[in-house]
């Protein structure tokens, strides 16, 4: 099954819920928000506990293929119906729902939104925002014709270090900006082969239903779920996926940047299982009003990332922190180390001190447990018409589709892939065939 016929397919399934009460005619939706949340792992449980802890929240119902998941969290909502697929409980309890929180793996971000977006479901999905480039673009398509609210899981966004980082680069402080250099050094990729033979399945998961849209795959015990699977094609989209979208998420937005019009990735020659466990990619942007005529950025991922370059030197020796990004401008540098951390600005080769008092953003914050719930209560006060989102999917596709561009690029290992914005193609037509890839039956 393709996109095309997947979203119609969602969108015939949910008719009779999604022409029937609209969003104004939905019972207690000026009053409270009542949330379905679809996967309950790790990220799922840090969603949940954060969306639920806005005061005009209900948590409703509970969905995850693990049962053990599920029933973890089932404690802490105890009147929440659960349900281990999304598909169900979002046909049974439709009329119930207000909005709903994607938090699966990568691969389910698309099929799991998409549905509850043709029911006129605010959404609020996890990063990346989907898997391959053509989801995230039909995604921004549909959030716009319905005029949904909707928002990506970077909740970086919202915290103090990064909105500063942003206001100085958009004031000039290093003038234009001609490179980025940004880094992670943790291995969301796998160099190995692909494992042989099957395991059984845990009597807790349901496999099918991990599977999803994705092709079908015996299961083995420790290779996918739970927590390995950003690590392979088929599901995630390695450490430029995973920290890529945190740590490029100030840098893309400060420089208010497109998409790029060339892609490089240096790694090793693909297997066509697992990601590579070292990449360089250079990414080429078209100039903004913030930046040089082109601005070019370089990402570096894996153990030992960043490589030593003279950009990253930092003064009197001090060392790099393990993740970050650094900006070269005209009149010097600006270092944002990742996370809550303050931006530091270099001159010569010496830190400077700089005014931030002009941009009323009060005191900094170090506590990820208040700043990291900014993000959420955003969304639920933007579904009450209170507020406005700050990372829509409208913007979230873009730098999904840029971190993608580069993903893709990692199956042709040192040759420079050429974008076409207008077409959504790659100048070398062995390239499209992975900007989407078939939707399984299950």
Known sequence: MNKR???????????????????????????RLRTAHIGLGFQGVEDLEAISSHKLVDVVALCDVDANNLAASHKLHPTAKVFADYRTMLNEMGNDIDAVIVSTPDHTHAPASVMAMNMDKPVYCQKPLTHHVSEARAMTKLAKEKNLVTQMGIQVHSFYDY??????????IIGKVHTVRAWSPKNWGYDGKAPEGSDPVPEHLDWNLWLGTSAERPYKEGVYHPGNWRKLMDYGCGTLGDMGVHIFDTPY?????????????????????????????????????????????????????????????????????????????????????????LPKLIVDGKYQEMDVESFNLGTPKRDYATEGKKHYHQFV????????C????????????????????????????????????FSEEEANQY???PYRDF
Request: hydrophobic fraction near 35%.
């Open 163 to 172: 909105k500063l980082a942003t206001l100085l680069i958009q004031s000039g």
């Open 5 to 31: 016929d997947f979203i119609k397919k969602s969108s015939l399934g949910a008719l009779g819920i999604a022409m029937a009460p609209s969003l104004l005619a939905r019972t207690n939706f000026h009053n």
């Open 435 to 437: 900007l989407e890839s």
């Open 253 to 341: 937005n400060a420089l208010e940047l497109d998409v790029p019009r060339t892609i490089k990735n240096e790694c090793r020659k693909p297997t066509g299982f697992g990601y590579p466990e070292n990449n360089i990619v250079t990414y080429e942007f078209p100039g903004t009003k913030h930046t040089a005529e082109t601005l070019k950025w370089v990402w570096y991922d894996g153990p030992g990332a960043p490589k030593s370059h003279k950009d990253l030197k930092l003064p009197d020796g001090e060392a790099l922190h393990d993740q970050g990004a650094m900006f070269m401008g005209e009149k010097g540098r600006l270092y944002l180390p990742h996370f809550l951390k």
């Open 390 to 425: 700050s990372a829509p999917f409208s913007y979230a596709s873009r730098l999904t589709e840029t971190i993608l561009l580069g993903v893709i690029a990692g199956r042709f290992p040192n040759k420079t892939l050429h974008w076409d914005n207008s077409t959504a193609r």
């Open 381 to 388: 006060e933007a579904c009450f018409g209170r507020e406005e």
